[in-house]
């Protein structure tokens, strides 16, 4: 049994990865910024957000659920066939994820699984080799799923876990 890194969060490492797929969730988390970098061979897509680690339920008088949030970076390799787009048709310019789909490749090759980033003002669908994730500061109990970027210290693609 491994010990939390973060016991009051209930989060068990700072450096998450594809393998770790089944046991992790992105609904409701803020994406701060986006980008591509050339990788080796082809490029690497990141997202800075604000990852939920965790959804508190509220205790009574409370009626909002709060949340164990830290800035992370999500970070996938060897990305190519993106397709997708932004809606943004009215003021609110936010990029929000509902959900991260591993879907079977269409052709087989298993090595490169068609990943779906699918948002509520957004959709990317891509393939790519696998992803890490790094949670760069220990999670806070937060009012809210997102921190301001003064909270956060702006946006960032450290690829590196807290201590």
């Known amino acids: 049994m491994s010990t939390a890194v973060h016991p009051e969060s209930g989060l068990s490492k700072s450096v998450w990865s594809d393998a770790d797929?089944?046991?992790m969730g992105w609904h409701d988390a803020t994406?701060?910024?986006l980008s591509v970098q050339q990788g080796e061979h082809v490029p690497r897509l990141l997202l800075d957000l604000d990852y939920i680690v965790r959804w508190v339920h509220p205790v009574r008088p409370a009626k909002s659920f709060s949340f164990w949030v830290a800035p992370a970076t999500l970070v996938f390799e060897e990305v190519w066939e993106v397709?997708?787009?932004l809606d943004f048709t009215d003021l609110h310019l936010e990029l929000e994820l509902d959900e991260v789909h591993r879907l079977p490749p269409p052709d087989g090759r298993e090595q490169w699984p068609l990943w779906h980033l699918q948002g509520h003002s957004f959709d990317l669908r891509f393939r790519a080799a696998?992803?890490?994730q790094y949670v760069r500061r220990a999670p806070q109990?937060?009012?809210g799923p997102a921190f301001s970027a003064a909270e956060r210290g702006g946006c960032s693609f450290t690829e590196l876990g807290f201590a």
Request: glycine share 26%.
């Open 21 to 23: 797929f089944e046991e």
């Open 31 to 33: 994406v701060h910024g």
């Open 83 to 85: 397709q997708g787009g």
């Open 130 to 132: 696998g992803f890490r």
């Open 141 to 143: 109990l937060s009012p």
